[in-house]
C-alpha cells in the first residue's frame, strides 16, 4: 500500500509496481490513464487491483483445471481478434475508396434477369388511405375531396390530413404492400385477395374514428414485382455484391504484392 499511496502522490515519472501474482505483475503506468479526474484516485486504483487480482486468480485456476480441450479458447481469441481488426479494416477502406453509386441500367439490367426471383410474395396495391376522428369537422368534405380526381382537390385533401388526420397516405401513384394498410385498418381481413379485388373506395367506422381506404389499383401475390416496389432492394443487392469482389480484388492485391516483395515463401 505505500507503493501505491506512492505513485498515487504525483511520482508517476518512475513507474511502481502495485500488485504482483504468481508471475503476473500489474503496474501504475498501466492503469495511469484509466484514472478518472474527479473523485477518489486512490479509492479508484485500489478497487482496480482487487479486480485484477479476483480475475488472474480465476484465469490461473481456469488454467490449471481445464482439460486441454477447453484450453484452445486462447486461439478462439486470437481468431476473433483477427477478425475484429480485419473487418474494421475493410469497413475503412469501403468507406474511403468504394463506390456506392448504382446506375438505374444496372438495376434495370438486374430486374430483367432476376424476374422469377423477385415475384411478389404479398399482395400490392395503389391508393390512399386516411384515419380522422369521429368528430373532425367538415366529414363531407373530406369524403368528396377524398373520392376526387382532380389535381387542385388534392392539396386542399393533404391540407385536411394534415390539420385533421391522425393517419394518412395519399400518394396514390407508388406501389405499397397491401399488409401495411390491412393492419391499420380495426377489423381482420382474412382474405386480402377478395377485398382488394371487391372494394374500391371503403370507408368503416369504429367508436372513435372513420377510415376511408381507396384502391386505385392491385395485383395478387404470385405474380411480377413491379420494378418501382424491388429497386431499393435490388441497390441493396448490387452493393453488397460490389463489395465483395471489391474485398476480394483487395485481398488478390496484397497477395500479389507479397509474393513480388519476397514476403511469401512456401516450403
Not at 478497487?47 to 486461439?75: C, F, G, H, P, R
Not at 468504394?98 to 415475384?119: A, H, P, R
Request: aromatic share 14%.
Amino acid at each position: 500500500m505505500s507503493i501505491f499511496f506512492t505513485a498515487c502522490s504525483g511520482l508517476e515519472e518512475e513507474d511502481k509496481l502495485l500488485v504482483s501474482l504468481y508471475d503476473k505483475e500489474l503496474y501504475y503506468s498501466e492503469i495511469r490513464n484509466s484514472i478518472p479526474e474527479n473523485g477518489d484516485s486512490a479509492e479508484f486504483v485500489q478497487s482496480y487491483m482487487d479486480s485484477w487480482i479476483k480475475k488472474k486468480l480465476l484465469v490461473t485456476q481456469a488454467e490449471m483445471n481445464l482439460t486441454d480441450a477447453l484450453k484452445n479458447v486462447e486461439d478462439r481469441i486470437d481468431d476473433y481478434r483477427s477478425s475484429l481488426l480485419i473487418y474494421a479494416y475493410q469497413q475503412e477502406l469501403i468507406s474511403q475508396n468504394f463506390d456506392t453509386m448504382v446506375s438505374k441500367v444496372e438495376i434495370q439490367n438486374f430486374y430483367d434477369k432476376n424476374k422469377k426471383e423477385l415475384g411478389l410474395k404479398e399482395n400490392i396495391f395503389k391508393g390512399r388511405f386516411v384515419k380522422t376522428k369521429i368528430n373532425a369537422p367538415k366529414l363531407d368534405l373530406l369524403r368528396k375531396l377524398f373520392r376526387s380526381k382532380k389535381e387542385e382537390d388534392k392539396e386542399d385533401l393533404i391540407e385536411y390530413c394534415r390539420q385533421f388526420s391522425s393517419d394518412y397516405h395519399l400518394d396514390d401513384s407508388k406501389w405499397i404492400y397491401f399488409s401495411k394498410f390491412a393492419e391499420k385498418l380495426p377489423m381482420e381481413i382474412k382474405n386480402s385477395s377478395y377485398f382488394l379485388s371487391s372494394n374500391k373506395y371503403f370507408s368503416y367506422t369504429s367508436d372513435s374514428s372513420y377510415y376511408f381506404l381507396f384502391i386505385k389499383e392491385y395485383q395478387i401475390n404470385g405474380g411480377e414485382s413491379p420494378l418501382s416496389l424491388v429497386q431499393e432492394k435490388i441497390r441493396k443487392i448490387i452493393i453488397n455484391k460490389n463489395k465483395l469482389l471489391f474485398l476480394k480484388d483487395l485481398e488478390d492485391e496484397l497477395y500479389q504484392k507479397a509474393i513480388a516483395n519476397n514476403k511469401i515463401k512456401i516450403y
